[in-house]
């Protein structure tokens, strides 16, 4: 069982521990509704008032809920809902069993609560902390919309799926009918490479911007490694109907070891955005012989910006190690 607890302080992550501030549950707050506030990540909530060095000296927890597994997305926070005919300033947070909680800021009290399906077990062996993969990656709140966006990992009869949904934020239920994620690339040979729910984890916060939202693919591990392939994809907010261009990272049709990845792994952090809705990335290794690196087909250990449809690269930056970078798997960069 995961907890939640509420305490007054800064916000403070750890898988499976949580502590928001006090000054979540005042009036007039900051919405959190994306991973560290911002599209540009910062971190920095420059309205901030009420927290100061006096404060701290009523440090202690407030509340504590228990959940039905761990919580690895970053909780996000909308002041101000009103659920069940009553006003609430309500804290977002999913779990790794496909779990979305509204939970009040100030009581502890769990006002909704939805699970969007099984989650995979355990996928490939690779170590989660834990037994369940479900909701991995911060989902994003539109409160224009009244949104919140989320991909979730289901395992279904016929293997591993990831779903996107829009969720109510005043009824956790879905307001568009979600959609199971599906991508093709062509390869430098011409070959179709299809998206493979199997071997690709969903770890980077979500992306609401320009209209958009954005997600990143990586792998289990480095399991798979011949199979798995990074990506970056899109869809529309507000149909959820995928981008026509995708990203696909890695286009080589072969290595020397079979090895392919340049996943989005990114620890987490969420792909970032400027103001003119270009999309940034960075991605992990590829084939461990360190040779794979080319510019047009296998992005490896680089930072990228792509137009917001995602038809172009728009800049690259890849560091002048990155050969031996991919040959220790010591990858570039997080967020």
């Given at each position: 069982?995961?907890?939640?607890?509420v305490?007054?302080?800064?916000?403070?992550s750890?898988?499976?521990?949580?502590?928001?501030?006090?000054?979540?549950?005042?009036?007039?707050?900051v919405?959190?509704?994306?991973?560290?506030?911002?599209?540009?990540?910062?971190?920095?909530?420059?309205n901030?008032t009420?927290?100061?060095?006096?404060?701290?000296?009523?440090?202690?927890?407030?509340?504590t809920v228990?959940?039905?597994d761990?919580?690895?997305?970053?909780?996000?926070?909308?002041?101000?809902?009103?659920?069940n005919?009553s006003?609430h300033?309500?804290?977002y947070?999913?779990?790794?069993?496909?779990?979305?909680?509204?939970?009040?800021?100030?009581?502890?009290?769990?006002?909704?609560?939805?699970?969007?399906?099984?989650?995979?077990?355990?996928p490939?062996?690779?170590?989660?902390?834990g037994p369940?993969?479900?909701?991995?990656?911060t989902?994003?709140?539109d409160?224009?919309?009244?949104?919140?966006y989320?991909?979730?990992?289901?395992?279904q009869?016929?293997?591993?799926?990831?779903?996107?949904?829009?969720?109510s934020?005043?009824?956790?239920?879905?307001?568009i009918?979600?959609?199971?994620?599906?991508?093709s690339?062509?390869?430098?040979?011409?070959?179709?490479y299809?998206?493979?729910a199997?071997?690709?984890?969903q770890?980077?916060?979500?992306?609401?911007?320009n209209?958009?939202?954005y997600?990143?693919?990586a792998?289990f591990?480095?399991f798979?490694?011949?199979?798995?392939?990074?990506?970056?994809?899109?869809?529309?907010e507000?149909?959820l109907?995928?981008?026509?261009?995708n990203?696909?990272?890695?286009k080589?049709?072969?290595s020397?070891?079979?090895?392919f990845?340049?996943?989005?792994?990114?620890?987490g952090?969420?792909?970032?955005?400027?103001?003119?809705?270009s999309?940034?990335?960075?991605?992990?290794?590829s084939?461990?012989?360190?040779?794979?690196?080319n510019?047009?087909?296998?992005?490896t250990?680089?930072?990228?910006?792509?137009?917001?449809?995602?038809?172009?690269?728009?800049?690259?930056f890849?560091?002048?190690?990155?050969?031996s970078?991919?040959n220790?798997d010591?990858?570039?960069g997080?967020?």
């Amino acid at each position: 069982m995961g907890k939640f607890f509420v305490a007054n302080v800064a916000a403070l992550s750890l898988a499976g521990l949580f502590s928001i501030s006090e000054a979540i549950t005042a009036e007039a707050q900051v919405n959190v509704t994306t991973y560290h506030y911002d599209n540009m990540r910062s971190g920095w909530n420059q309205n901030e008032t009420t927290l100061t060095q006096s404060s701290f000296s009523n440090f202690g927890l407030l509340q504590t809920v228990s959940l039905d597994d761990q919580v690895d997305a970053q909780p996000l926070v909308v002041n101000g809902v009103t659920i069940n005919g009553s006003q609430h300033n309500v804290v977002y947070v999913a779990t790794e069993n496909n779990s979305v909680y509204a939970i009040d800021a100030q009581s502890g009290q769990v006002l909704i609560h939805t699970n969007l399906g099984t989650p995979v077990t355990n996928p490939l062996g690779c170590n989660n902390n834990g037994p369940n993969v479900g909701i991995n990656s911060t989902p994003v709140i539109d409160t224009a919309t009244g949104n919140l966006y989320v991909i979730s990992y289901v395992q279904q009869s016929q293997g591993p799926a990831f779903f996107l949904h829009a969720l109510s934020l005043t009824t956790l239920a879905d307001s568009i009918t979600p959609v199971q994620v599906t991508a093709s690339g062509e390869l430098a040979n011409g070959n179709t490479y299809e998206f493979n729910a199997r071997v690709s984890r969903q770890r980077a916060a979500l992306l609401l911007s320009n209209g958009n939202l954005y997600a990143g693919f990586a792998s289990f591990c480095d399991f798979d490694a011949n199979l798995s392939r990074g990506w970056v994809l899109g869809w529309q907010e507000s149909t959820l109907d995928p981008l026509p261009a995708n990203r696909l990272n890695n286009k080589l049709r072969s290595s020397p070891d079979n090895f392919f990845l340049t996943s989005v792994w990114m620890s987490g952090y969420g792909l970032a955005a400027n103001s003119a809705g270009s999309v940034y990335f960075v991605t992990g290794n590829s084939d461990y012989s360190g040779t794979t690196l080319n510019k047009k087909n296998n992005i490896t250990e680089s930072a990228a910006e792509m137009s917001s449809d995602l038809s172009t690269r728009e800049s690259l930056f890849t560091p002048s190690d990155w050969s031996s970078l991919d040959n220790d798997d010591a990858d570039f960069g997080s967020g």
